[in-house]
């Protein structure tokens, strides 16, 4: 018996770090069959769980379950209502890291909870709440990034931390952490969704800081050093933001190179991209020379279009927010670098 227990801690373990392996790839890929896979993986994880009493096999399942409620659930009031049940969960959960607290990979993933915290509660947009653990994890943040057994977490943190600032739009707040993190992590490019996001995150921030040129090289020089060819949503996602800064800076050559390498990259699924063909039409007009007043009305048109098309779990560029300023920049011809 006491075998058969130890082997299906092992094999839990074994699953669990196959979920988050899949879990990246389905955020590059946002393929039906990505998710098919977690939710598999998610049911034999919970059969585990109702064969063993087991804390370890308890921690691993609810883990992946919360990743999975706040990355692949769609419907922001089914999350909603697993409030208390989440509560309950992880708070069970910081009573066996105090339990066993000689136990050396609770001691290394403790901080989890906050993390899940605070982006459960940003998904649910309770932002006192994802205020309160962003605070709490404030502290933490150089402690937590070296381990190489933090880097999944610590992306997904980052990815959060973008969704908290569309609705709060403190730039500040997005970017108070970057340095610290910088110094105190190491993404091998093996690592490729971690390697992805983080570099993500990093252009988003230079974005949002209105370093554009800053913004456009990240993306060019991890789309040079990666091959992503597999990933084909994040590959268009890339280069459309991409364009965007180059569209912006008044780079228009390079800005329709990429647009021409994104409409032939498309055409053999358009259907899936429709979003991303109104993103295109959107800067092929800010490209186009026209009477000011008149361009800078369609490109509003056609920014307001692109944003009612894009939605559901195949919205790309979910993390772009276009004001009035910029909107003006993208439009207007004389632009200042």
């Not at 994880?45 to 109702?50: A, D, G, T, Y």
């Not at 339990?99 to 001691?107: G, M, S």
């Not at 730039?171 to 490019?189: A, F, G, P, Q, T």
């Amino acid at each position: 018996k006491h075998v058969a227990f130890s082997l299906g801690v092992s094999k839990v373990e074994r699953l669990f770090y196959e979920f988050i392996r899949q879990i990246g790839n389905f955020r590059l890929t946002k393929d039906e069959s990505d998710k098919n896979k977690l939710s598999e993986i998610l049911d034999e994880l919970s059969n585990f769980c109702e064969l063993y009493d087991s804390h370890r096999m308890f921690v691993f399942y609810n883990i992946a379950n919360i990743y999975y409620l706040c990355i692949v659930e769609e419907n922001e009031e089914v999350l909603k209502s697993k409030e208390i049940e989440i509560e309950n969960v992880l708070k069970e959960m910081s009573n066996i890291f105090d339990k066993y607290n000689l136990d050396t990979f609770y001691q290394n993933i403790k901080f989890l909870t906050d993390f899940l915290l605070f982006e459960y509660y940003t998904k649910t947009k309770n932002h006192i709440r994802a205020e309160h653990y962003l605070e709490k994890i404030n502290p933490e943040i150089d402690a937590i990034c070296p381990q190489h057994i933090s880097h999944f977490y610590v992306v997904e943190f980052l990815n959060a931390k973008v969704e908290k600032f569309l609705t709060d739009g403190s730039v500040d707040r997005l970017v108070e952490l970057n340095s610290r993190i910088e110094e105190n992590i190491d993404i091998d490019m093996a690592e490729t969704y971690h390697y992805i996001a983080y570099k993500k995150f990093k252009a988003i921030s230079k974005f949002y800081q209105k370093d554009f040129s800053g913004a456009a090289r990240i993306i060019n020089e991890m789309r040079n050093e990666l091959s992503m060819k597999k990933y084909l949503f994040t590959d268009i996602e890339c280069k459309l933001f991409q364009a965007l800064q180059y569209c912006i800076m008044g780079e228009d050559g390079l800005c329709t190179q990429l647009i021409s390498s994104l409409k032939r990259q498309i055409k053999p699924s358009e259907e899936q991209y429709t979003s991303a063909k109104l993103f295109i039409k959107f800067l092929k007009t800010a490209l186009k020379p026209a009477e000011y007043r008149r361009k800078i009305k369609k490109v509003n048109e056609q920014w307001l279009e692109f944003a009612q098309a894009n939605t559901g779990e195949h919205a790309i560029l979910p993390f772009l927010k276009l004001d009035e300023g910029l909107i003006r920049r993208i439009t207007n011809p004389i632009k200042d670098n």
